[in-house]
């Protein structure tokens, strides 16, 4: 398929990627013949933005620390039809590029997730697999969408997802925010496998296992929180009631017997758990209904923007 009647953007996250950088681009230029590649330098100390220009990138800067920083700065600067996000490090195949635009395309689609699949034993750092797939199994229960790599910082976007995703995450809960973007607004998508091999020497990478583990852990119940207020605060709600039923069941089964209330405090203290539970339950409905309708804004936005169709 030819893409010249596209305007197609690469957009490359990076920190510090001397050793790699100069590779992704012009894997990428060689693959997707006028391809326009941004390289978004986030605070590089290593001359990273010169190897990516020698290159052939368009280097931009971006001074405020984080991955996501980076994205939401890009998705707001850029103008294409056809958007890459793959990063700076080279450990994902750039040379699958062109069958997922094809992808795409082919659809049409406005989201292509590339699914890491190891070209080497140890591609993956020790923990980092077996987090994301369990990432991968929480996620796809709680909002109901199988998605078999949520964290892969290599995908296709068509201008509309790009257009419409608010990017509120500011270091690498992004991938967690573009995957839940998805699910939320049932956007078309599909998943193609693309290698994934180690870092070339001499890089070395951003991520702390439980630091960052920890912050996408947070970022994802945020979003239960914000994306499903009503099992949120269903679970909490009934949480707060059964603790109140276990404080006090004896209270009642002993008025019933004596027809007195010897511990008043507890009495007390069981009524005001069963008001508190009603309240969170009703607060979930509440939210459950904004929720709806800020979908249904969101979703009149997307669909005013132009969609991709295949030439």
Known sequence: MSFETYSIAAIVPCHNEVAAIGQVVRDLRASVPGIHVYVYDNLSTDGTDVAAREAGATVRYENT??????????????????????????????????????????????????VRKQTTDTAYRAGHEAGNKAFNRFVSGVFGTPVNDMLSGYRIFSRRFVKSFPAVSREFEIETELTVHCMSLRIPSIEVEVGFKDRPEGSESKLNTYRDGFKILSLIVQLIRHERPLLFHGVLGTAILLVALLIG????????????????PTAILASSLVLLGAVVWTVGFILDALTKTRRELARLVYLGLRAVHPA
Request: charged letters at 25%; a negative charge; zero cysteines.
């Open 249 to 264: 069941a004896p209270i009642l089964i002993e008025f019933a017997q004596t027809g007195l209330v010897p511990r008043l």
């Open 65 to 114: 620390k984080g991955k996501g920083n980076v994205v939401r700065r890009a998705f707001a600067d850029i103008e294409a039809d056809i958007y890459l996000l793959i990063d700076g490090d080279d450990t994902y195949d750039a040379l699958a590029a062109p069958e997922m635009i094809e992808r795409l395309l082919e659809g049409p689609y406005d989201h292509i997730l590339g």
